[in-house]
């Protein structure tokens, strides 16, 4: 069977083509990536370190990304750092404590001429179901997002044995 020429041409042959079938095909079906049109609102995503108790919260849509940190928390009160890779015109977020009740937004206060860090002062959250709502504004475009509050408060596998000791 291996030698005849062209069962040994055929599978030579066959991955290659299958190789630019698949990269044909997504080329073929694929979304293409738009460009932010300015006057337009766009959601944010939260990324998975949102759910963790990791001090960081990344939300994005497409290339625009933004990163939450928690610098500073306490009982009453949690200071947040938000950074983003593009310079924003402004900045708000509010703390949702209850699903039923609705919190008012606060501006954010810039941290540097930049425009790409942003800082905010907020009460602690009371329970596991707070929420952050966002919206920032860049080149004229509103990005908006929630995250969970679970990331605010930094915790690890060493810094609980640590308190163990």
């Known amino acids: 069977m291996f030698k005849n ?3 040994i041409l055929a599978m030579i042959v066959a991955p290659i083509l299958a190789i630019i079938a698949y990269f044909g ?16 609102t766009y959601k944010l995503a939260a990324r998975s370190n949102c759910r963790y108790t990791s001090g960081l919260c990344s939300m994005v849509n ?17 200071i947040l750092k938000l950074t983003s890779d593009f310079p924003l ?5 509010g703390l949702i404590q209850h699903k039923e009740q609705a919190g008012s937004p606060v501006d954010m206060e810039k941290n540097n001429k930049s425009g790409k860090e942003w800082m905010v002062d907020l009460p602690a959250p009371a329970n596991e179901e707070s929420e952050l ?13 929630e995250a969970p509050t ?4 930094y915790k690890t596998f060493f810094t609980e044995e640590q308190k163990s000791q």
């Open 5 to 7: 020429k062209h069962v």
């Open 25 to 40: 095909i997504d080329l073929a079906v694929s979304e293409k990536p738009l460009a932010a049109k300015e006057g337009e």
């Open 62 to 78: 497409g290339d625009f990304k933004i990163e939450l940190r928690s610098e500073t928390l306490t009982e009453n009160a949690v």
């Open 89 to 93: 015109e402004g900045a708000k977020i």
């Open 133 to 145: 709502h966002l919206v920032v504004k860049s080149q004229g475009t509103l990005y908006y997002g």
């Open 150 to 153: 679970t990331f605010v408060e």
